[in-house]
C-alpha cells in the first residue's frame, strides 16, 4: 500500500527556519513527482511546490518563493522541504502528495497526515 | 493565475438527499479538474479526476461533470459518512496549481 508519512514540524519563531521530511513507501518513488500543499488554520488547501521526478523541474507558490526549497533523495525515497524566514502566514499542516499517475501536475490520490508548523514568538 | 470559485460555501443536508456543489474557474481549465473529500484529522481524499473520472475505490454515488469554466460535483444520495469539506483543483494552467475554497457539506 502506497503510503506517505510526514515530519519535522514543531513550533519555530518568526525568521526562523525548519525542515520537513516525508518518507515514502509502498511505491516506487522515483518515479513519481512529488508536491507538498498545507492548510492554515481555518482555510482551505494551498499547493506550495512541486518537484519532478529527477530534479529538473522545481516549482514554488508565489507566496514561499525564494525562502522554501524544494528537495528530494531518490535513493532514500523521501521528500524534503527546508523553510527559512518563516512568518506567522506560514502557520500550516503541511502535507505531501503524489499525483495519481507519473508525468506532470497530475491529481494528488496519495496524501499523507501532515504536520504541522506553527511560526510564533 | 485561474482563480476557482466553489459554492455554496455549506449545503446543509439530510442523509438521502442529492448534493450538488459547484466549482467554477475564472478561465478555461479544460477537463483538468479534480475533486477531493476533506475530513477534520484526516488526509485529502481524491474522488473525481480530469472532471468525470472516479479515482479508485469511490463510490458510484460520486459523480464529476463540466468542462472549461463551470464543473459539478455531484452526491447522488449522502451517506453519514459523507458530511465533509469538498475541495476543486484545477491543473490545466500552472505554476500555481489552485485550488478553490471548499464547500462544507453538513447535517441539516
Known sequence: EAQLVESGGGLVQPGGSLRLSCAASGFTFSNYDMNWVRQAPGKGLEWVSFISTNDYTIEYADSVKGRFTISRDNAENSLYLQMNSLRAEDTALYYCARPRTKGGPHAFDIWGQGTMVTVSS | ?108
Do not use: M
Open chain 2, 1 to 108: 493565475e485561474i482563480v476557482l470559485t466553489q459554492s455554496p460555501a455549506t449545503l446543509s443536508l439530510s442523509p438521502g438527499d442529492r448534493a450538488t456543489l459547484s466549482c467554477r474557474a475564472s478561465q478555461s481549465v479544460g477537463s483538468f479538474l479534480a475533486w477531493y473529500q476533506h475530513k477534520p484529522g484526516q488526509a485529502p481524499r481524491l474522488l473525481i479526476y480530469d472532471a468525470s473520472n472516479r479515482a479508485t475505490g469511490i463510490p458510484a454515488r460520486f459523480s464529476g461533470s463540466g468542462s472549461g469554466t463551470d464543473f459539478t460535483l455531484t452526491i447522488s444520495s449522502l451517506e453519514p459518512e459523507d458530511f465533509a469539506v469538498y475541495y476543486c483543483q484545477q491543473r490545466n494552467n500552472w505554476p500555481p496549481l489552485t485550488f478553490g475554497g471548499g464547500t462544507k457539506v453538513e447535517i441539516k
